[in-house]
C-alpha cells in the first residue's frame, strides 16, 4: 500500500474532481437507499387506507430520486472518465521520459516485455483502482452500514439476523478474488509461454522447415496449450462455485425474511409495506458486499502494480551530465580523441573486458580496431559517446575528459554507426537527419550517396517513405548505409563505427569504402572491422587482445610483425 | 453474380486482411467462414452443448421464481396465518423458494464450469489446428505474412475467443432469457403494468443501438492508438542506444506525447459513451418503478389487483434491465472475438502451395556413403511479376561440392531455396536421383536435403537441445560427436554447464558466430545426403571461419553439397563453382579451371587475393 501512497501526487491536481466524485457517489447511494423506503409509504400509507391523494406525491418522489441517482452516477462515470485518463497518461509520460535518461546497461539487464507490461498493464490497473477502487471502497463500506441500520430500525432482530447472514459474504468473495487473481496470472504465466513457443516457431519457421522438425514443434506447442487448458477450465469451475454461491446467499437470506417476515407482519411487529421495502434493501446489500471483495483485491493489485512502477522511477540514472559542464571552444575543437588507462567491467563479471587502454587517435586520422570476437571492441566504442561508462581511467575529447561535458554537447560532437543498425520509424529523411536537423537537400543527397544508400530514392515515397518497425522493411545492408549515411550527414568531430558493413556484399562494400575514403579525411574516426578490405580505410590498425590494445601500426607491418594479426586477417 | 457479392475465390485465405474496404458481402462472406470453422469446432461437444443450453434455461426459469413467490406469499400466506395461526400455505411457499434457491444454485454452477470446459476444449483445438496448419504452410507465405502476423493469430486473436468464453458468454445468455420469462411473466401477471414495463425497451433499444455503434467506433480507436503507443514504446527501448547516441529524447518525448494524448482522447470517449449509457439504464428503471409504484397503487386501491402482485414488480424491476448493460459490455468482447476468428479461419483456409504429395515417391536406396545426385531441369521461378531464373539447367553428381558465386540478385538464394524446396518452380523440375522433390513427402525430403542459412536461429533451451534439434533420437554422445567433428565441442565445453547451458532467448547468451557452428552442428547430426549452406559462414570471423571450413572439408565428405558465399575463402573448399548472373550460368567449371582463365571469376579473386597482400 505505500507504493500507491507515493503516486498520490498525480492524484493532487485532480483534488476537485475527486471531491465531487466522491460527493455524487454518496448523493446517489442516499437515493438508492430512500427510494425502498417511499415504496413502504405507499404501501402502508396511501394503499392500506385507500389514500389516493397521497399516491401521487409519493410516486412522484420516486421518480424524482430514482432519475437523481441515475443522473449522479452519470456525472460520477463522465468525470470519471476524464480524470482516470489524464492519471495513466501522466505517470506514463514520466515513465517514458525516465526511461530515456536511463544508462543503455539498463536497458540490457531489462527485457523489453517487462517495461511494456510496466507502461501498459500495471497502469491500467492503477488507473481502475484510482477512478473506480477507491470512490467504491468508501461509498460501499457506507451503504452497507447505512443499509444495516435502516433495517435494524424496521425490524431489529430480522435486521441483525440479515446483517449476521451477509457478513460472511465479504471473506468469501474476498477468498474468491484472491484465488481467482492467482488462477489467471498462472493462465497469464502459461500464455506467455505458449507464446514463446509460438513466437519461436514463427521466427525460425525457416529453420524447423529446413530440418523438417515440425512434429516436435507441435508436441511442444500442444503441451504447453494443454496446460493453459487445464487452468482455465480449473478457473471456469472456480467461477462456477463462486455465481452459485453468490445466487445462493442472497436468494437464501430473501427466503429466511420471507417466513420470518411473514410471521412479524402476522404479528404486526412490522407491517407490510416495511417487509417489501426490507427485502428490496436486502437487495441493495448485495453489490456493496460483492464489490467490496472485488475492490480489496484489486487495491493489492495496485500496490503491487504500483511497486513494479516504483522500482523504475527509483532506478537513478547512472550516466549523466556533470553539475558543472566544461565547454570547449569552438577555436580548440579538432576532434582528438584519446584514451587513458581505460578499463572495463561488466557488472555482474569478474574479469575486466577492457583492463588498460591506451589509445591515442590524432585528429582527422582514422583508426582500425580489430580483435576476435567477445574481445571488446563494442564496447570500447560505446564507452565514446558514453552509452557505457568507463570503470577506471579516462577518455579525453581534445584534451577534456568527456565526463566533464554535457552528455547533449558530447554525443553532438560524436557520431555513431553500428552494426545492428537501428531506424526509427519515420520517413528516411527524418532518420538520416537526426543528428543534422538542419541539413540541406544537397548534404542529405551527398551522405546518401557516400554511404551507397541512393536506392532510397527510388523507395515509394523517395526520401518521405516511412521506414523502421512500421514501415518499408529494408533488408540488413540496407538497413546499415542508411544508419551509415546519417553518421555521415551529422559530420561530428568524431565518427565511431561498428563493423557498419558487415552485412553487404563485397561490390557495395568495396564502393561505401571508397566513398568513406574521402569522407574520413579530415574526421577523426574509430572504425571496427573484421575484414581485410575494410581495414583497408585505416591510417592505424589497432589490435584489441586481453583487454589491451596488443599492437598498433599499419596494415602491412601488423601482417609482418604481428602472428595474432595475421591469424585474425588471413584465411587459409 | 452481383457486384457487391465477391468472387468466392479471390478472397480465400488472408486475402481479406489486405481489404482496405469491407463491403457488405465481403463481410457476410467472412461471417460464413468464422461461422463454418466455430460450428465445426463445436460439432463434437454437440452433447455437451445441448445439456448446458438446457442447464441455461433451468437456471432462468428458477431465477424467475423468487419474486413472484414473494407476492403470492404476501397474498395467500399472511391472511391465513394472521386469520386462523394456519402456516401451511407459507410452509408450502417457503419451501417452494428454497428448492428453487437450490436450483438455481446448481445449475449456475454446471453451466459455467461446464462452458468453460467445453469452450476451453474448443480453443485448445483451435490453437492445435492453427499451430500445425502454419508448419505447413510454405516459407514464402511466412516472409509475405510476416511473423508478427502468425503470432497475432495465434496469441491474441485464439485469446480474445478464449475470453468470449470466459466472460460469460453462458450467464449472458442466461440473463437474456431471464430477460424474457420475466417480461413474459409480467404481462401475465397483469398486463397494463407489463406493458408499461416492456415500454422501457422504447427508449433503451434506441439508445442500446447508438451505444453499440459508437462504442465500436471508439473501442477499435483506442485499441489501435494503444498499439501506436506501445510500438513506439517499444521501438524507443530497442534502440536506446542509437536513441541517446543521436540525442532523440526530445523528439522521442514530443512523439510519444501526442500517441498517449490520442490514446488517453480515445479511451475518455470510449468510458464516456459507458458514462451516459449505463447509467441510462439505470435511469429507466428508477422511473419504471416509481410508476409502477404509483400505478399499481393505484390498481391495488381500485382491488384491480393484489398488493402482492405489486410487490412482485417491484422486485422483479430491480434488476430488470441489467442484462442490456451486460450486453453492451459484452459486446467489445464480442467483437474482437469475431474479428478474431474471422482472421483466423482465413488462416486455415489457406492452402500450402507446397502441398504434401498425394502419392508419394521412395528414394532409391541409402546414400550416406556418396550423397545423391541433384537435377534442376529447365527450372524457371520468380518472385511475383520479376522472373529470377529464365530456366536453369543444371545437374550435380552424387558427393560433389558446387559454390554458386554472383552479385547479389543473381538468383544464388533462390536455387538454395528451390533445392530445399521452401518454393516449387514456377516450371520445369527438380530431382533428387531422379525423384521429383514434390513427390517426396515432407518428412523425408527434409531428412535428405538441410539448409543452413546465415540466420542461425537458436531455440530457448540447452545448447544440446539445440544440436539435437538435428535429429531427435541422438543420444549426448552423438551430440558431443558431432560438436567435435564441426570444432564446436571445446567452445561449449568452456560454457558454463557445458552442453547443459541454456543459450536465452533466441540464442542471446552466445555470439553470432558461436551460434552459427552451432546449427552447423545440428545439420551435421541430421547427416542429410544433400547440404546447402547459404551464406552460412558470412557472419563468422575468420579464425571461426577457418575452424569451421576444416570441419567442412570433413562433414561434405560423402554428400552432395551447394555453397553460396561471398568470401572466395569459402568458395575455395568446392569441386566446382559456377558463376551467375541474373539466373543464368556463366561460367562452370573447377576452381582452378576459372582462376586460370579470363571471366569473372577469376577478376574476383584476383581483387580478393589483392586486399590480402
Known amino acids: ?572 | 453474380m452481383t457486384a457487391t457479392v465477391p468472387d468466392q475465390g479471390a478472397w480465400r485465405g488472408v486475402a481479406a486482411e489486405k481489404a482496405d474496404e469491407v463491403t457488405s458481402g465481403l463481410a457476410a462472406l467472412l461471417r460464413e467462414r468464422s461461422w463454418r470453422l466455430l460450428s465445426g469446432l463445436l460439432r463434437p461437444h454437440r452433447k455437451a452443448v445441448t445439456l448446458t443450453v438446457s442447464m441455461i434455461v433451468v437456471e432462468s426459469l428458477a431465477a424467475l421464481v423468487g419474486p413472484w413467490l414473494v407476492g403470492l406469499a404476501i397474498d395467500n400466506g399472511i391472511p391465513p396465518l394472521v386469520r386462523s395461526r394456519d402456516s401451511t400455505p407459507l410452509l408450502v411457499i417457503a419451501s417452494l423458494f428454497a428448492v428453487a434457491v437450490l436450483v438455481q444454485a446448481l445449475t449456475t454452477r454446471l453451466f459455467v464450469t461446464m462452458t468453460g470446459r467445453v469452450g476451453q476444449r474448443v480453443v485448445l483445438e483451435l490453437r492445435k489446428r492453427l499451430f500445425a496448419h502454419c508448419l505447413k504452410l510454405e516459407v514464402a507465405f511466412h516472409e509475405d505474412y510476416t511473423s508478427g502476423r502468425i503470432i497475432s493469430r495465434q496469441t491474441s486473436d485464439v485469446e480474445s475467443i478464449s475470453d468470449l468464453f470466459e466472460e460469460g458468454l453462458d450467464s449472458l445468455i442466461a440473463a437474456i432469457l431471464t430477460l424474457l420469462f420475466v417480461g413474459t411473466s409480467m404481462l401475465l401477471l397483469n398486463w397494463q403494468l407489463g406493458l408499461i414495463v416492456l415500454a422501457g425497451f422504447i427508449p433503451l433499444t434506441w439508445l442500446t443501438a447508438w451505444f453499440r455503434r459508437e462504442s465500436e467506433g471508439a473501442y477499435r480507436q483506442s485499441r489501435e492508438a494503444i498499439a501506436l503507443v506501445i510500438v513506439h514504446f517499444v521501438e524507443t527501448f530497442g534502440g536506446i542506444r542509437a536513441v541517446q547516441a543521436f540525442r532523440r529524447e526530445g523528439r522521442n518525448q514530443q512523439i510519444f506525447d501526442g500517441l498517449g494524448e490520442d490514446y488517453a482522447v480515445t479511451s475518455r470517449r470510449a468510458s464516456r459513451l459507458i458514462a451516459i449509457y449505463g447509467p441510462s439504464i439505470t435511469l429507466t428503471g428508477n422511473v419504471l418503478t416509481g410508476v409502477i409504484l404509483g400505478y399499481g397503487g393505484l390498481l391495488v386501491i381500485d382491488g384491480d389487483i393484489k398488493v402482492g402482485v405489486l410487490a412482485t414488480f417491484v422486485l422483479y424491476l430491480g434488476r430488470f434491465f441489467d442484462p442490456l448493460q451486460d450486453v453492451s459490455q459484452f459486446y467489445n468482447t464480442f467483437q474482437s472475438a469475431a474479428s478474431g476468428l474471422e482472421k483466423i479461419s482465413g488462416l486455415l483456409e489457406q492452402d500450402p502451395v507446397v502441398p504434401e504429395p498425394a502419392d508419394p515417391a521412395a528414394l532409391p536406396g541409402s546414400a550416406i556413403q556418396h550423397g545423391r545426385r541433384v537435377h534442376f531441369e529447365e527450372v524457371e521461378f520468380g518472385y511475383r511479376d520479376a522472373t529470377v531464373l529464365p530456366g536453369l539447367e543444371l545437374d550435380i553428381p552424387a558427393g560433389q561440392t558446387v559454390a554458386l558465386v554472383g552479385e547479389t540478385g543473381a538468383g544464388k538464394t533462390t536455387i538454395a531455396r528451390l533445392l530445399g524446396r521452401f518454393y516449387d518452380p514456377r516450371a520445369g523440375r527438380i530431382t533428387l536421383d531422379d525423384v521429383d522433390l514434390r513427390d517426396l513427402p515432407d518428412e523425408v525430403l527434409r531428412g535428405e536435403i538441410i539448409v543452413i542459412t546465415q540466420e542461425n536461429y537458436l531455440f530457448g533451451g540447452t545448447v544440446g537441445d539445440n544440436i539435437r534439434l538435428g535429429r531427435p533420437d541422438a543420444t549426448d554422445e552423438e551430440i558431443e560427436a558431432a560438436a567435435r567433428a564441426i570444432g564446436a565441442h571445446d567452445f561449449i565445453a568452456a560454457l558454463p554447464e557445458g552442453y547443459g547451458t541454456s543459450v536465452g532467448k533466441r540464442g542471446g547468451r552466445l555470439s553470432a558466430g558461436q551460434r552459427q557452428i552451432i546449427s552447423f552442428a545440428r545439420a551435421f547430426l541430421a547427416a542429410p545426403s544433400v547440404l546447402v549452406l547459404d551464406e552460412a559462414t558470412s557472419l563468422l570471423d575468420i579464425p571461426s571461419e577457418r575452424l569451421v571450413q576444416a570441419a567442412l572439408r570433413t562433414v561434405l565428405t560423402g554428400r552432395t553439397a551447394m555453397i553460396i558465399a561471398h568470401r572466395l575463402s569459402t568458395v575455395a573448399i568446392a569441386d566446382r563453382v559456377l558463376v551467375l548472373d541474373h539466373g543464368r550460368i556463366i561460367e562452370d567449371g573447377s576452381p582452378a579451371e576459372l582462376i586460370g582463365g579470363t571471366g569473372q571469376y577469376a577478376a574476383l579473386h584476383e581483387s580478393w587475393a589483392a586486399s590480402l597482400a
Open chain 1, 1 to 572: 500500500m505505500g507504493a500507491l501512497w507515493r503516486l498520490r501526487g498525480y492524484l493532487k491536481p485532480l483534488r476537485l474532481q475527486m471531491i465531487v466524485m466522491f460527493g455524487a457517489a454518496i448523493t446517489s447511494v442516499a437515493a438508492e437507499i430512500t427510494i425502498p423506503l417511499l415504496a413502504k409509504g405507499i404501501i402502508d400509507g396511501a394503499i392500506a387506507h385507500g389514500n389516493r391523494r397521497l399516491l401521487l406525491p409519493l410516486a412522484l418522489a420516486a421518480i424524482g430520486l430514482g432519475a437523481a441517482m441515475a443522473l449522479l452516477n452519470m456525472v460520477r462515470r463522465w468525470i470519471q472518465a476524464d480524470a482516470v485518463a489524464q492519471i495513466e497518461k501522466t505517470i506514463r509520460d514520466d515513465l517514458y521520459a525516465h526511461l530515456q535518461r536511463l544508462h543503455a546497461s539498463f536497458h540490457d539487464a531489462w527485457q523489453s516485455g517487462q517495461l511494456l507490461s510496466r507502461a501498459t498493464t500495471d497502469l491500467s490497473t492503477i488507473r481502475r483502482f484510482a477512478g473506480f477502487g477507491l470512490i467504491f471502497l468508501i461509498t460501499n463500506i457506507l451503504q452497507f452500514t447505512a443499509v444495516i441500520v435502516l433495517l435494524v430500525q424496521l425490524n431489529w432482530w430480522l435486521g441483525l439476523i440479515t446483517a449476521g447472514v451477509f457478513a460472511p459474504v465479504f471473506p468469501v468473495c474476498f477468498r474468491f478474488e484472491k484465488r481467482y487473481k492467482v488462477l489467471s496470472r498462472r493462465v497469464q504465466d502459461q500464455q506467455g509461454d505458449l507464446a514463446t513457443v509460438i513466437e519461436e516457431s514463427a521466427t525460425g519457421i525457416r529453420v524447423l522447415k529446413a530440418l523438417g522438425r515440425g512434429r516436435q514443434a507441435a508436441a511442444r506447442h500442444d503441451a504447453q496449450a494443454t496446460e493453459v487448458y487445464k487452468t482455465q477450465v480449473e478457473k471456469a469451475s472456480l467461477l462456477g462455485s463462486f455465481w452459485a454461491l453468490l445466487d445462493l446467499i442472497p436468494n437464501a437470506v430473501i427466503c429466511v425474511i420471507l417466513v420470518l417476515g411473514t410471521v412479524a407482519v402476522s404479528k404486526h411487529a412490522l407491517s407490510l409495506g416495511g417487509m417489501v421495502a426490507f427485502i428490496t434493501l436486502a437487495l441493495q446489500l448485495v453489490w456493496p458486499v460483492e464489490a467490496l471483495g472485488y475492490i480489496i483485491a484489486s487495491g493489492q493489485e495496485a500496490a503491487t502494480a504500483a511497486q513494479r512502477v516504483l522500482e523504475i522511477f527509483d532506478t537513478a540514472p547512472q550516466i549523466i551530465s556533470a553539475e558543472q559542464t566544461v565547454d570547449i571552444p569552438p577555436a580548440q575543437r579538432r576532434g582528438h580523441l584519446e584514451f587513458r588507462h581505460v578499463a572495463f567491467t561488466y557488472p555482474d563479471a569478474a574479469e575486466p573486458v577492457l583492463r588498460d587502454i591506451d589509445l591515442d587517435l590524432q585528429p582527422g586520422k582514422t583508426v582500425v580496431l580489430t580483435g576476435t570476437t567477445g574481445s571488446g571492441k563494442t564496447t570500447l566504442l560505446a564507452l565514446v559517446p558514453r552509452l557505457t561508462e568507463v570503470s577506471a581511467g579516462t577518455v579525453l575529447l581534445d584534451g577534456t575528459d568527456i565526463r566533464e561535458l554535457s552528455l547533449p554537447a558530447l554525443r553532438a560532437a560524436v557520431g555513431c554507426a553500428f552494426e545492428d543498425a537501428t531506424l526509427f520509424s519515420a520517413s528516411v529523411r527524418e532518420n538520416v537527419t537526426f543528428g543534422a536537423p538542419d541539413a540541406t537537400e544537397d548534404q542529405i543527397e551527398a551522405a546518401l550517396t557516400a554511404a551507397q544508400a541512393r536506392f532510397t530514392y527510388d523507395l515509394p515515397w523517395g526520401l518521405d517513405t516511412r521506414i523502421g518497425e512500421q514501415g518499408m522493411a529494408l533488408s540488413g545492408g540496407q538497413r546499415q548505409r542508411v544508419a551509415l549515411a546519417r553518421a555521415i550527414l551529422s559530420r561530428p568531430e568524431v565518427l565511431i563505427l561498428d563493423d557498419p558493413l558487415s552485412a553487404l556484399d563485397v561490390h557495395t562494400e568495396a564502393r561505401v569504402t571508397k566513398a568513406l575514403h574521402e569522407i574520413l579525411d579530415g574526421v577523426t574516426a574509430l572504425v571496427v572491422a573484421h575484414r581485410p578490405s575494410t581495414v583497408a580505410l585505416a591510417d592505424t590498425v589497432a589490435l584489441l587482445s586481453g583487454g589491451v590494445i596488443a599492437a598498433t601500426g599499419s596494415h602491412h607491418d601488423l601482417l609482418e610483425s604481428c602472428p595474432e594479426y595475421v591469424t585474425l586477417m588471413l584465411a587459409t
